[in-house]
């Protein structure tokens, strides 16, 4: 059974307040502030440049954290698209009488979630090809980007559109955040459908605005993939009837109702890049480039036109066969199954959520071994961050090396954490077939391909991470 949070006064009364985000961007916006600038004027080195380290070890790992208790609460704090929000509202939190946006209405062929999903590639690509995670100054020129891109947004479109359609993460964190074990949605969905006829929680009111991704949170929302925990919609219904609740980690991979095709690919290219396109390229990268080298002028690292453009093939590669294996997969399942009422694009476009908990754990297992291997960096520096503030260009003798777990130990939590996504994966596939078919042989019948391939791309990933063992 779930708990409602909000039925706590101290949760209930901090919600409601109208300053809340604004308080809960407040800090994000500061450290972000500093990120950029130790990025921008600090020593080059990514190991010494405390905005490398804290960008791509501290807070990626606490944004895949946050996925499994929090949901989209990194977009709740997130100060790049708060940017463009402020700068359409002309107000940091209380509802404005003017506006600086055009409020233009989004490019209807474009509400959905491919652009943002090849966003999030192009994203990849920038750390895999240039090395942006290894860049101070590619990492504050990222940031830098994205701030300016939301504040144009925000003063063209309306609403939230550059957080719903073009951040790159926004397709990454809302497929990942169906697992988390909070969620905000309606208490009793009869009251929004026959006793609100204001819809105050989608259309806002005259002290509140409406939910800025376009979600009607009291109806027709039922999966955590857009909402933003930005609690407007607390704020402005006025039958109280919206809920904070804890529930199962996982709910709404099997429980969605209307299943989106673009979120489904979405999940697949997570779980491909997390599992197929690491082996392809570990396999194939350096034959590849040589291949494009004889074609290719040569260049040097990072900007190697044959190793870019391998890179960029590979991914396209790994991710177009997750794609093609969960389709047979989907067709097995049809076939295995003998029931010719749900086609393969149905199962498809549902089990591929499934898989999303197998990327999410692949992808923190990736980050345990490098957070237990470069701990005592984030110290050092810290510290030179604190003696040369903002410049950070103290540079120490050595970084300090504190190894929490030698490799055998870290290869046994990598693999429980990858096995734990697996489980989850299982079971969300199961209840998934036992929604689609009414016969449970069928439905068990369905379940096995699935679950072949489940185990299958586990295998691919443990493999890959016994590689790095050697």
């Known amino acids: 059974m779930s708990r409602d949070l909000l039925a706590l006064r101290p949760v209930h009364r901090a919600l409601r307040f ?93 509400r959905n ?33 994205l701030t300016l891109a939301s504040a144009w947004i925000g003063l063209l479109f309306e609403r939230r559109a550059f957080c719903r359609y073009l951040c790159p993460l926004t397709a ?45 949170p009291g109806g027709a929302m039922d999966t955590n993939l857009l909402c933003i925990l930005c609690t407007e919609c607390v704020k402005g219904c006025g039958h109280d009837n919206i809920g904070l609740r804890l529930r199962p980690p996982g709910r709404d991979l099997w429980a969605m109702r209307r299943p989106r095709l673009d ?18 390229t570990y396999a194939w990268l350096p034959a590849t480039r040589r291949s494009l080298a004889a074609v290719l002028p040569a260049g040097t690292p990072p900007n190697d036109p044959p190793r870019l453009l391998a890179v960029a093939l590979l991914f396209a590669l790994g991710i177009g066969a ?29 089990c591929a959520y499934a898989f999303a908990p197998l990327g999410l754990f692949k992808l923190l297992a990736d980050l345990l071994d490098h957070a237990l291997r470069t701990w005592g960096t984030l110290g050092d520096v810290t510290r030179a961050l604190m003696l040369d503030f903002p410049r950070n260009r103290v540079v120490g003798g050595r970084v300090t090396v504190v190894q929490l777990a030698g490799p055998v130990p870290a290869y046994l939590m990598q693999t429980a954490l990858l096995l ?29 391909p699935m679950a072949g391939l489940g185990l299958l791309l586990t295998l691919l990933g443990l493999w890959m991470l016994g590689a790095s063992l050697l």
């Open 322 to 350: 997750s794609a093609g294996l969960l389709y047979g997969s989907s067709l097995l399942s049809r076939r295995a199954a003998g029931v010719g009422t749900v086609p393969a694009r149905t199962l498809f476009a549902h």
């Open 420 to 448: 734990a996504g697996l489980l989850f994966t299982l079971y969300a596939l199961h209840r998934i077939c036992l929604r689609l078919f009414a016969d449970r042989d069928a439905a068990l019948a369905a379940f096995l």
């Open 263 to 280: 979120g489904a690919f979405a999940a697949v290219t997570v779980a491909g890049l997390a599992t197929v396109a690491p082996l392809l």
């Open 113 to 145: 979630l491919w652009l943002a999903t090849a966003l999030f590639l192009a994203f990849l690509w920038l750390d895999n090809g240039y090395g942006l995670s290894n860049s101070p100054r590619l990492t504050a020129g990222l940031i830098v980007v």
């Open 172 to 216: 990454f964190i809302g497929v990942n955040s169906l697992f988390s074990i909070l969620e905000l949605r309606s208490r009793d969905a009869g009251v929004c459908r026959t006793d609100c006829p204001t819809k105050d929680c989608y259309r806002g009111n005259a002290t509140t605005y409406g939910c800025p991704m376009g979600e009607f």
């Open 18 to 110: 109208r300053p809340f985000q604004f308080l809960a961007i407040l800090p994000a916006a500061l450290l972000v502030a500093v990120v950029v600038a130790s990025c921008w004027l600090g020593v080059d080195h990514p190991g010494f440049n405390f905005g490398t380290v804290f960008t791509w070890v501290v807070w990626w790992g606490s944004l895949l954290l946050s996925f499994v208790f929090l949901g989209r609460a990194w977009c709740l704090v997130c100060p790049v698209g708060a940017v463009g929000e402020w700068i359409q509202r002309l107000s940091f939190w209380g509802r404005s009488s003017r506006t600086a946006g055009l409020l233009l209405p989004w490019p209807r062929p474009l």
